[in-house]
């Protein structure tokens, strides 16, 4: 039992010890594929984008030119109206007594003056006090218009098409011309306006950008823009931009543009806000893909790929993006190979075996030894 027991340990350390051997012999792991690419210079588009309020473009609102209660209300919050349909009746029994006593003043008015009139034909009494009648006359008239022309003031029509915003008083309240909120607002939003600003170093690079001799001439060669919308997408009309003022403002140091967009469907809101996107050509931009740049300490580092297919990472400064590509400013050149995905894998030195429908450096003699095993 003894000698089989020892047998059997003896056959166990032969076991090992060739197990450990095949371990020492098995060829160790070459250099490990990674996608590249080939650094060139390209034309992009990269998007401007600025802050927008959207207003139609009327936005008028409705103030009662004479106080009254309001007696008739005809349309409700958001209906389309046409200009000059019936919006609001104030109450007019008050001016209705006053156009009364006014007509009644008239009459009186008139009838001193037809009586005097013969009197002055025939010289009884002297013209002076005729034409003082007559005066008189002319002043009830002028009163009796304005009241009648107040009485009309009562009944309030829409002065352009459009839709009608919030209704903050109901039938029933007394409304006056004075009042700080207005009966309504009719907002024409066939064209909505997105008003946004620039600071004084955008524009600047606003009027060196566009060719014209004026600011008129330069907003003409702008190509359209886009509208981004609160929900991130995109507003399926596209706008120009169609105005620019002319002065910057002291307190904010901005300029206001306005650019306009198309509404048929009615799917821009007046007081609602975007994103103007605005789109600028650059020529012979150098891009890289987002995804082969990482952040190190704030810094933004990417792999190039040398000609022995080692690896070193470089810092490069980037300007902006376009698209899914970062556009680099500083740290790349045309014709640099690197590295575009599985960067956080990779470290200085490191052989890889770049993979790309491009011609690039032959693979290291490990890694055709790996490939031929």
Do not use: H, W
């Not at 910057?248 to 009615?266: C, D, I, L, M």
Request: hydrophobic residues 40%; neutral net charge.
């Amino acid at each position: 039992m003894r000698n089989k027991s020892f047998l059997g340990a003896i056959a166990a350390m032969l076991m090992v010890t060739a197990c450990g051997k095949k371990q020492e012999q098995a060829p160790q792991m070459g250099p490990m594929p990674f996608p590249v690419k080939t650094v060139a210079k390209q034309d992009a588009v990269i998007y401007e984008e600025y802050t927008a309020n959207l207003q139609g473009q009327q936005n008028v609102e409705i103030r009662p030119k004479v106080s009254g209660f309001i007696q008739k209300i005809y349309v409700d919050e958001g209906q389309e109206v046409k200009k000059g349909q019936l919006l609001f009746r104030l109450e007019t029994q008050t001016l209705n007594e006053d156009a009364a006593a006014a007509k009644a003043s008239v009459d009186a008015a008139q009838v001193e003056v037809d009586r005097l009139k013969p009197l002055v034909d025939r010289k009884i009494i002297s013209n002076v006090q005729l034409e003082t009648a007559k005066a008189q006359l002319a002043q009830a008239k002028a009163n009796y218009s304005a009241i009648a022309a107040n009485i009309g003031y009562a009944t309030i029509t829409s002065p352009v098409n459009g839709v009608i915003g919030g209704l903050p008083y109901k039938e029933g309240s007394l409304v006056s011309s004075t009042m700080e909120m207005p009966l309504t607002t009719v907002s024409d939003t066939k064209v909505m306006r997105a008003y946004f600003t620039m600071n004084e170093k955008q524009m600047l690079d606003f009027t060196r950008m566009f060719d014209g001799k004026s600011l008129a001439e330069k907003l003409k060669n702008t190509p359209d823009v886009n509208l981004v919308l609160v929900d991130g997408s995109v507003y399926e009309e596209k706008g120009r931009l169609t105005t620019v003022n002319g002065l910057v403002n002291p307190q904010t140091g901005t300029t206001e543009f306005r650019a306009e967009f198309p509404n048929p469907q009615s799917i821009l809101r007046s007081g609602s806000s975007g994103v103007v996107r605005l789109p600028i050509e650059e020529k012979g931009a150098i891009l890289v893909p987002q995804n082969a740049v990482m952040d190190m300490q704030g810094k933004k580092m990417i792999y190039v790929v040398n000609k022995d297919n080692t690896v070193k990472s470089t810092i490069i400064t980037t300007s902006t993006t376009s698209g899914l590509d970062y556009i680099v400013s500083e740290g790349l050149n045309a014709g640099n190979v690197i590295v575009t995905e599985g960067a956080s894998k990779l470290r200085d030195g490191q052989q890889i075996v770049p993979q790309s429908g491009e011609k690039q450096a032959a693979p290291a003699a490990g890694a055709e030894a790996a490939a031929k095993k």
